[in-house]
């Protein structure tokens, strides 16, 4: 990660909070945006592109705008990243400020991989396993892994549940070559 993803992400959500917005309507703005960015190669080389005026650039993201309603705050902050030649880190920048959202939120953000898929239901529950183990809210990122064989990994930061049958089995191939 380049060191000016942190402080950019920092400052975004420094303004949401001095000002009091809707912090999950800016991540889904920016995320909006950065749909939009990915959709488009044009749109990329564009606003990559250093032969383009920053002029043209800017109008671009007005009428870009226009379609996405984004609040004049988050506009700005887009027109900020072009301006000083950091938006081929828009990923970076948005997946940090949700990061820093968060942290600001006291929501705690949890990784989860399961052998299976698994339904909305199993989802909510297992989240609020995880808000009861952490103390707190959770937001929890899904994926399937089929090698677990079954059961589930849980992270919470720098911690790991392992819960699967893979870890259980790796547990007692470990203790029996030990003994």
Known sequence: MASFVSRYARAFADVVFEQKLNAKDMQRQLGDF????????????FFLDPSFPLEQKIELLDKLNAKLKMAQQTRNFIAVLIRNDRIAGLDD???????????????????????RKLDANERTELEQ???????????????????LLGGAVVQVGSTVYDGSVRGRLDRLREELTTS
């Open 34 to 45: 950065a749909g939009a960015w990915h959709e488009s190669r044009e749109l990329r080389e």
């Open 93 to 115: 920048v948005v997946a940090e400020f949700r990061r820093e959202v968060n942290q600001r939120l006291g929501i705690s953000e949890a990784k989860v991989i399961s052998a």
């Open 129 to 147: 396993q995880i808000a009861a183990l952490t103390g707190g809210t959770v937001e929890a990122q899904f994926e399937e892994d089929k090698s």
